[in-house]
């Protein structure tokens, strides 16, 4: 049997003149909590259809489990859970209609499986008369969650489970993830959010339906080739701007509330720091930093560009 629960091989999708996903390969290893993080666009719900069995690609070739996406279709959808990125409750339906709708759907029943969902049903279960249409997102999301489990899928596909939704929400929805994959379920889950990428056993990062890079988080971070600084003055906006036109500032992005900047060869902290006094700004600080996933994103894209 095969070690991969998830095997992608240059897999291409376009709409008309619009290159979804080009050439793209991973693997996924059995039980791995697998992230693809990228922007909007990046092509990460186009590659969730066609693992889904929703949507053919042009080319290339996709399992699950060990079976084909095309022609074990039937086969693949027993053995996932799809929860796509929009809303794939039924509004209508109360909590528990939800859940138990999902559950007859695949043959099973909730209490069949009741223990897979417990954790996380548990914190829906004081609204489960309520419309899923009228919950929170949070809410909502937990409660898609569970209707993705409720079959005991081998293999979890999540469409971006934590756009959109507050940061309490999301730091809990990850601790389920991370407790479902310790019972054994593989997760393949997508998010904008790069501080997301930390709690992943291994990542890729995708842009423009291209791979920038797999590895786990640490070993993609500790590539970054250079030092990186975390840079502020007293006026971030013309800080912006200036370091824009330094010809010793080899790259310079927004990074919470400093910029995040490497330096061209020959140029030191020293350099920069008196570069930005002669244009009169004030209350500069340089500290180096270490580098996050966002940082090696950014260089990545920078080099594909
Ligand atoms: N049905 C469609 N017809 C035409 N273009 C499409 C269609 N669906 C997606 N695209 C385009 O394909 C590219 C990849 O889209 P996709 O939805 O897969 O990316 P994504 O990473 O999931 O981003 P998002 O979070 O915005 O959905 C984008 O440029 C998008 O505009």
Same mark, same amino acid.
């Given at each position: =049997?095969?070690?991969?629960?998830?095997? &992608?091989?240059?897999?291409?999708?376009?709409?008309?003149?619009?290159?979804?996903?080009?050439? /793209?390969?991973?693997?996924? *290893?059995?039980?791995?909590?697998?992230?693809?993080?990228?922007?909007?666009?990046? +092509?990460?719900? #186009?590659?969730?259809?066609?693992?889904?069995? /929703? =949507?053919?690609?042009?080319? +290339?070739?996709?399992? &699950?489990?060990?079976?084909? &996406? &095309?022609?074990?279709?039937?086969?693949?959808?027993?053995?996932?859970?799809?929860?796509? *990125?929009?809303?794939?409750?039924?509004?209508?339906?109360?909590?528990?209609?939800?859940?138990?709708?999902?559950?007859?759907?695949?043959?099973?029943?909730?209490?069949?499986?009741?223990?897979?969902?417990?954790?996380?049903?548990?914190?829906?279960?004081?609204?489960?008369?309520?419309?899923?249409?009228?919950?929170?997102?949070?809410?909502?999301?937990?409660?898609?969650?569970? $209707?993705?489990?409720?079959?005991?899928?081998?293999?979890?596909?999540?469409?971006?489970?934590?756009?959109?939704?507050?940061?309490?929400?999301?730091?809990?929805?990850?601790?389920? %993830?991370?407790?479902?994959?310790?019972?054994?379920?593989?997760?393949?889950?997508?998010?904008?959010?790069? !501080?997301?990428?930390?709690? $992943?056993?291994?990542?890729?990062?995708?842009?423009?339906?291209?791979?920038?890079?797999? !590895?786990?988080?640490?070993?993609?971070?500790?590539?970054?080739?250079?030092?990186?600084?975390?840079?502020?003055?007293?006026? =971030?906006?013309? /800080?912006?701007? !200036? %370091?824009?036109?330094?010809?010793?500032?080899?790259?310079?992005?927004?990074?919470?509330?400093?910029?995040?900047? #490497?330096?061209?060869?020959?140029?030191?902290?020293? !350099? /920069?720091?008196?570069?930005?006094?002669?244009?009169?700004?004030?209350?500069?600080?340089?500290?180096?930093?270490?580098? #996050?996933?966002?940082? $090696?994103?950014?260089?990545?894209?920078?080099?594909?560009?």
């Amino acid at each position: =049997m095969s070690r991969h629960s998830v095997v &992608v091989d240059h897999i291409a999708k376009s709409y008309g003149r619009v290159k979804a996903v080009g050439n /793209l390969s991973l693997d996924v *290893g059995r039980g791995e909590l697998f992230g693809i993080i990228g922007p909007d666009g990046a +092509g990460k719900t #186009t590659l969730f259809r066609i693992l889904a069995t /929703l =949507m053919l690609p042009d080319s +290339g070739r996709a399992t &699950v489990g060990g079976l084909d &996406v &095309v022609a074990d279709y039937r086969a693949v959808r027993g053995i996932i859970g799809y929860m796509p *990125g929009r809303f794939s409750l039924y509004p209508d339906l109360t909590v528990e209609e939800n859940l138990e709708f999902f559950a007859t759907v695949f043959g099973t029943t909730v209490e069949a499986n009741r223990h897979l969902v417990d954790d996380i049903y548990r914190q829906i279960e004081p609204f489960r008369k309520r419309p899923a249409g009228k919950l929170s997102g949070g809410m909502k999301q937990k409660l898609a969650l569970s $209707c993705a489990l409720i079959h005991k899928p081998e293999v979890l596909l999540l469409d971006e489970p934590t756009t959109g939704v507050d940061p309490v929400s999301r730091k809990e929805f990850w601790a389920m %993830l991370l407790k479902l994959r310790n019972e054994g379920i593989t997760i393949l889950v997508s998010t904008p959010y790069m !501080d997301e990428a930390t709690l $992943c056993d291994r990542i890729a990062l995708v842009k423009d339906g291209s791979l920038l890079g797999t !590895d786990t988080p640490g070993g993609i971070v500790g590539r970054y080739p250079t030092a990186l600084y975390a840079v502020r003055s007293a006026d =971030m906006h013309r /800080l912006m701007a !200036d %370091l824009a036109g330094y010809t010793g500032a080899a790259s310079a992005f927004s990074f919470g509330d400093t910029f995040h900047v #490497t330096l061209a060869p020959g140029t030191a902290p020293a !350099d /920069l720091q008196s570069h930005l006094a002669a244009l009169g700004h004030k209350a500069v600080c340089i500290e180096q930093t270490a580098p #996050t996933v966002e940082d $090696c994103f950014m260089l990545l894209s920078k080099k594909e560009e």
